[in-house]
């Protein structure tokens, strides 16, 4: 009996996208810095020449999707982060905007076979969003950590055969 699993190391060959939201920037430009810390001390490239990393920017997580789906149906990443910021407090349509991100990117990972990572910080308060950017812990860390694992562990995984 195969158990499947991701490892965190022989990264030389991975490419990664990572698709951040600008609004609530003060939230999202800080789970980048995260996610590229991560990036970087498990080897990858993320200099600004890289050619493991690249970055695209989306007004908001509304949008994270669909440049979601042009990158993963690229064929040249292995994985592809998204991250954003919504917050209930000062948005009145947050459940809009957290459903249509959360349905947009597991569709677009389900339809391109390529793991998308689910970024988006969903809290009451700025607060609670910067505490989980960087001034307690930095979840930007994590989805670092979780898209090395899953495309490691596509690579395990038998190949797909039917569609
Ligand atoms: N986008 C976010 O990423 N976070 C938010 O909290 C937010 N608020 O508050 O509205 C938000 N709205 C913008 C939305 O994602 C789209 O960019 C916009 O509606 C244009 O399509």
């Known amino acids: 009996m195969p158990t499947f699993e991701g490892r965190f190391t022989n990264v030389s060959d991975l490419r990664i996208a990572v698709v951040v939201a600008r609004f609530n920037d003060l939230v999202t430009s800080k789970l980048l810095s995260g996610c590229l810390d991560c990036l970087e001390r498990h080897g990858i490239d993320t200099s600004a020449s890289s050619k493991q990393l690249d970055i695209a920017w989306v007004p908001g997580s509304f949008e994270l999707p669909i440049v979601a789906q042009r990158l993963a149906s690229s064929a040249n990443y292995q994985v592809v982060v998204t991250l954003g910021a919504v917050i209930r407090g000062d948005t009145p349509h947050f459940d809009v905007v957290v459903a249509e991100s959360s349905k947009g990117i597991s569709a677009v990972a389900r339809e391109t076979g390529i793991p998308?990572?689910?970024?988006?910080?969903?809290?009451?308060?700025?607060?609670?969003?910067?505490?989980?950017?960087?001034?307690?812990?930095?979840?930007?860390?994590?989805y670092a950590l979780q898209a090395l694992e899953m495309a490691s562990l596509m690579t395990v995984l038998p190949p797909r055969k039917l569609s």
């Open 116 to 142: 998308i990572i689910f970024g988006v910080l969903t809290t009451d308060t700025m607060q609670q969003a910067l505490e989980r950017a960087g001034i307690k812990s930095n979840l930007g860390w994590s």
